[in-house]
């Protein structure tokens, strides 16, 4: 499971024209899902994510999380982040789960985020043609992959 993290002012999706979710002070939180990932996965990413220390404290370093600030979170589904830009230049999906597998999946994190950061997290609608916006504070933007702890 990849995570692609910002840290933003404000962020939104919208589908067919409509805004379907935003947020204030937070994180825009893009999920990529592969058949490997699994509850561990869920697990550590979503801990991670909310104790993740790059909001500013008093003195302006970044020594607080999401969690800390009463921050909200917003999970985008994006299948393209295990795109393979190996071979020639069309990205192959192939790594990237099938909806059958990925939506459950998607859906375990974004009730594990809401059970780890104790409030409710807005979400876009899997598989649909959104239109995100942000603004990235900072700028910030973090890349975590469960397969690769780093």
């Given at each position: 499971?990849r995570?692609v993290?910002?840290r933003?002012?404000?962020?939104?999706?919208?589908?067919?024209g409509?805004?379907?979710?935003?947020?204030?002070?937070?994180?825009l939180?893009?999920?990529g899902i592969?058949?490997?990932?699994?509850e561990?996965?869920?697990?550590?990413l979503?801990?991670?994510?909310?104790q993740?220390?790059?909001f500013?404290d008093?003195?302006?370093v970044?020594n607080?999380s999401v969690?800390?600030?009463?921050?909200e979170i917003?999970?985008?589904?994006?299948?393209t982040?295990?795109a393979s830009?190996?071979?020639?230049?069309?990205?192959?999906?192939i790594?990237?789960?099938?909806?059958?597998i990925?939506i459950?999946?998607?859906?375990a994190?974004?009730?594990?985020?809401e059970?780890?950061?104790?409030?409710?997290?807005?979400t876009?609608?899997?598989g649909?043609?959104?239109?995100?916006?942000?603004?990235?504070?900072?700028?910030v933007?973090?890349l975590?992959?469960?397969?690769?702890?780093?």
């Open positions: 499971m995570l993290i910002q933003v002012k404000q962020a939104s999706v919208s589908i067919g409509s805004v379907k979710s935003s947020i204030d002070d937070g994180l939180v893009l999920v592969e058949d490997a990932d699994g561990e996965d869920i697990k550590w979503s801990s991670k994510l909310v993740l220390r790059i500013g008093e003195a302006g970044m607080c969690k800390d600030t009463c921050g917003l999970i985008i589904s994006q299948f982040l295990h830009t190996r071979k020639g230049n069309r990205p192959s999906y790594k990237a789960s099938k909806p059958d990925a459950p999946l998607y859906e994190f974004v009730r594990q985020v059970t780890d950061l104790g409030k409710p997290v807005k876009g609608s899997f649909a043609d959104m239109q995100v916006a942000l603004v990235n504070d900072g700028p933007t973090i975590i992959d469960s397969k690769v702890k780093e």
